[in-house]
């Protein structure tokens, strides 16, 4: 037996629990994980919360989590890329990475870099994934102005920095706590609300290429209102817009894969791309993890650690 987050109805974080469950056995071409670090993700709150029923269910008894980096403690029948005792970054599309054990597909991983630390593999999938395609989507170069919502948010912070490396100016829309932050990554940071417009105009006198929206409930107007053109608006928090507008809706399906883990992994271990890791927790600690990042002011990943 081993220990995993479960909850059995719909609600806030007080129906999440940790308990014993029956080890998971990796079938043909899988992995037995031991995990060391599960990164969360606002999705999983909102599944939890029942909010996208008609999109994604849950059943359950459900577990949760689809970010891991661990130790490989088994593999299944026909798996040669791996073997007991590799350490690696993954995925799970399982709902089952806060565990002490699960299980993923020998295809959704890969090897973790010594340089990077475990709480942060741990946390690289789902936002990872996210940042490179929406950069890629709207894909920026060299004389680009770039606005990104939510910039320092666990989308936003790698996104601000993949979209720098293009050699686009980045203008990071965020709240004065995250601006340093941001300044020490080459981004321009402008702060949300009331005037924001104004203000990104000011920033960005030459005008405005492409936005990606992280945050929703209007940055894509705003986009269109700086006169980008939709094809070059990306946003992965507001699904009426791409019927409404145009615009592009890339986000973890479009960028989920182990080459993309693999990529990202390699630039962290060279110190070209920070993941900032605002807090772990326990996995006991599931509920207070979730609610901290219902909070909405995460700067980067908060992580489970089993
Ligand atoms: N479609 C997909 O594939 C996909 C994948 C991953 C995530 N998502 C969605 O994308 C969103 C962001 O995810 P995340 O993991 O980056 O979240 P997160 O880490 O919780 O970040 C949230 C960010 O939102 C900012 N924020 C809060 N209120 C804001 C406002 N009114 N205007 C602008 N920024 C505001 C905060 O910035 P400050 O602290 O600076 O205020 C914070 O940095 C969530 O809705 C998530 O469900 C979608």
Do not use: C
């Not at 008609?54 to 689809?66: H, I, L, N, V």
């Not at 019927?243 to 992994?265: C, D, M, R």
């Amino acid at each position: 037996m081993s220990r995993a987050v479960r909850f059995d109805e719909y609600g806030g974080v007080d129906v999440l629990n940790v308990v014993e469950v029956e080890d998971p056995v990796p079938g043909p071409g899988q992995l037995l994980i031991r995990v060391k670090a599960a990164g969360i993700n606002p999705g999983e709150g909102k599944i939890r919360e029942g909010l996208l029923h008609e999109r994604w269910p849950a059943t359950f008894p459900s577990g949760q989590g689809s970010d891991l980096a661990g130790v490989v403690e088994a593999v299944g029948a026909g798996v040669d890329a791996f073997q007991a005792g590799d350490e690696v970054i993954g995925f799970t599309d399982d709902r089952a990475s806060q565990a002490e054990l699960a299980v993923i597909d020998a295809a959704h991983a890969t090897r973790r870099p010594a340089g990077v630390p475990w709480e942060v593999a741990g946390a690289l999938f789902v936002a990872g994934a996210t940042a490179y395609a929406a950069v890629r989507a709207v894909n920026p170069s060299a004389g680009d102005t770039v606005v990104v919502s939510g910039a320092a948010g666990g989308v936003g912070s790698l996104t601000v920095q993949l979209a720098r490396r293009s050699g686009a100016t980045v203008i990071g829309l965020a709240s004065e706590h995250n601006h340093e932050w941001l300044r020490g990554h080459g981004v321009v940071p402008v702060t949300y609300g009331e005037g924001v417009a104004d203000r990104v105009r000011a920033a960005a006198p030459e005008g405005v290429d492409a936005l990606i929206d992280t945050v929703g409930g209007g940055y894509v107007e705003l986009g269109l209102e700086l006169g980008v053109a939709p094809d070059r608006i990306d946003t992965i928090a507001d699904f009426s817009a791409p019927a409404k507008y145009g615009v592009k809706a890339e986000g973890n399906a479009a960028g989920a894969s182990a080459e993309t883990l693999a990529q990202l992994a390699a630039l962290i271990d060279e110190g070209a791309l920070e993941m900032p890791i605002a807090a772990t927790y326990p996995l006991d600690q599931v509920r207070e993890a979730y609610a901290e990042l219902e909070r909405n002011h995460t700067r980067g990943k908060i992580v489970l650690v089993p």
